[in-house]
């Protein structure tokens, strides 16, 4: 029986919130990473500096990923797929 659109688009947006949690999960990880890497004795303030920026960097990019996750939902909403699928 096919499916029909509705559970689709609700299919397809839960496909994109769990890829956006699992970057969220990836991004908060590597950030603790960075910072975990800030605590080793004897590095340089160069070094501590740098991998404090890459640990706030990492977790910064969850930011654009909202946006994006917005205009996926616009794409779901809107049929693209559906209509694409047809050819």
């Known amino acids: 029986m096919p499916e029909s659109i509705k559970a ?3 299919r397809r ?3 994109a919130v769990r890829g956006l949690l699992f970057f969220g999960v990836i991004q908060v990880v590597t950030c603790a990473a960075f910072l975990a890497l800030c605590f080793i004795p004897g590095l340089p303030k ?3 500096t740098l991998f404090l920026i890459l640990g706030i960097l990492s977790l910064a ?3 654009p990923a909202l ?3 917005r205009s ?3 794409e779901i909403e809107g049929g693209e ?3 694409a699928g047809k050819y």
């Open 8 to 10: 689709k688009q609700a």
């Open 13 to 15: 947006k839960r496909d």
């Open 46 to 48: 160069w070094a501590i």
């Open 61 to 63: 990019l969850v930011i």
């Open 67 to 69: 946006f994006v996750l």
């Open 72 to 74: 996926r939902f616009k």
């Open 81 to 83: 797929l559906d209509v």
